[in-house]
């Protein structure tokens, strides 16, 4: 029969089309449900966002913006982007302006400097070694290729942000955008300061607000809106969506700040931003992905969910005091969000070590950079460990303690068959009792 007529291919399900993928998938399902995810950017997403993403709108091309498209029969993907516009705008109180086409939170990242810089430009982030992100200024990124970059960093002994560290840099260097936002950094950010920082010498603040986006929605991180001129996030780590990215941005700069871009001279920053996102990195939108954005924003204005990031905050505080009372440093000495950054070293391993040990005992985290680290980035002297995952599973402050232990069993009893055995067997009890929300069972 024939592909394109009658129920042939174009009808048989995945697991008969291509069995040989479909086992990896399969693969892919076991592993979550019966391994300990604690990679601090993964979660599981809810059964709605994995149907929306499963739907005939991947089939439609929608360049452009809802009512103004380059295509016919946008009618309906039209009304998909407008609810998560909608959504985005009513969970940040103070955002004023959202594009939510961005692949990705490093194609929102490019959206953000494009509507702004020029190549060439210079910027001041949190540099990579402190917890600091590819996209904020690595030199092996677009960010490092396109712009002058300095960074700022964690002071020595708190590991912690000075801010009147990072003014005075600030004013030194007098970047056109300070990037803030981390993907490895436990503490509150204070945004409002940064902004301050920033428009004191006349540049914008850029927040990439990734990791903490769902705690922020919460009301558990203080909001970067209205402080920063622009703020990005992913959808899938704490916010429990696809993946994908969302800008943000002010209408419009205020005119004495909006005076040093020249870029700006004709346009709107948002219209700006909408430009940057489509012509200027992307193509055609996933329509799918964003009605999928659309389901977890929605979800994500629910008391439920607001409770959910509660946990997961809680949950990340008594992992983080387990694994300091059994032996190991927390970097900055703990945690204020859904994530922590452990210093292996005293227990006698490195990160990469670590890292490759906890796997064994179906515990999985990354290898991880701390401040001021004497390992290179592939070898590393932590590990950083993360909540949200195991919090969307169920658990509590009762599995987080039980979970410290374990990290620290697996790793000290390294050289022990009979440890691993016991601690990978604890592990799957540990899974048999929480399934993975959304999920299907084999
Ligand atoms: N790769 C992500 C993380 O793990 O934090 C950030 O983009």
Not at 8 to 31: F, K, M, N, T, Y
Not at 272 to 290: N, Y
Not at 344 to 363: H, Y
Request: with cysteine; hydrophobic share 40%; charged share 20%.
């Amino acid at each position: 029969m024939s592909v394109t007529t009658g129920r042939g291919l174009a009808w048989a399900p995945l697991s008969e089309v291509d069995p040989e993928l479909w086992a990896a998938i399969e693969g892919e399902r076991d592993r979550q449900r019966w391994k300990l995810e604690l990679i601090a950017s993964e979660n599981y997403v809810y059964r709605a966002v994995l149907e929306a993403q499963g739907t005939w709108l991947t089939n439609k091309y929608a360049e452009g913006l809802p009512g103004k498209r380059y295509y016919g029969g946008c009618e309906y993907v039209d009304v998909a982007e407008r609810l998560a516009q909608e959504r985005a705008l009513a969970l940040f109180p103070g955002a004023e302006h959202v594009n939510v086409q961005p692949h990705s939170g490093a194609q929102a990242n490019m959206a953000a400097y494009l509507a702004v810089l020029d190549h060439g430009d210079r910027i001041m982030g949190l540099s990579l070694a402190h917890g600091g992100h590819l996209t904020h200024g690595s030199p092996v990124n677009f960010s490092g290729k396109w712009f002058e970059v300095h960074s700022y960093g964690v002071a020595p002994g708190t590991e912690v942000l000075d801010y009147d560290e990072v003014e005075r840099a600030a004013r030194e260097v007098r970047p056109r955008m300070l990037v803030a936002g981390a993907s490895a950094y436990p503490r509150t950010l204070d945004f409002e300061r940064l902004a301050t920082i920033a428009h004191d010498i006349g540049a914008v603040l850029f927040v990439d607000m990734a990791h903490i986006a769902g705690l922020v929605a919460a009301g558990l991180h203080p909001s970067p809106f209205p402080h920063a001129d622009l703020v990005t996030t992913t959808t899938h780590k704490t916010l429990r969506g696809p993946r994908g990215g969302l800008v943000f941005s002010r209408e419009d700069l205020a005119p004495d700040l909006k005076a040093n871009y020249p870029k700006l001279a004709k346009t709107t920053l948002s219209a700006a931003v909408d430009k940057s996102v489509f012509p200027g990195v992307q193509g055609g939108p996933l329509m799918h992905v964003i009605a999928a954005k659309a389901v977890a924003l929605h979800l994500a204005a629910t008391p439920e969910y607001r409770e959910d990031q509660r946990r997961t905050v809680a949950n990340a505080r008594e992992l983080a005091a387990a694994l300091r009372d059994r032996g190991a440093r927390l970097v900055s000495g703990g945690t204020d969000t859904h994530l922590m950054l452990v210093d292996v070293t005293p227990l006698g391993v490195t990160g990469r070590e670590a890292e490759a040990t906890l796997d064994e005992v179906a515990i999985t985290v990354n290898k991880n950079a701390i401040p001021f680290d004497r390992n290179p980035p592939n070898i590393a002297s932590g590990i950083r460990v993360g909540s949200p995952a195991v919090t969307t599973r169920g658990m509590g402050t009762a599995e987080m303690r039980q979970i410290g232990g374990l990290i620290v069993d697996a790793i000290e009893g390294r050289a022990d068959p009979a440890v691993g055995a016991r601690v990978a067997g604890t592990v799957h009890e540990i899974c048999a009792r929480f399934p993975v929300p959304g999920l299907p069972e084999a």
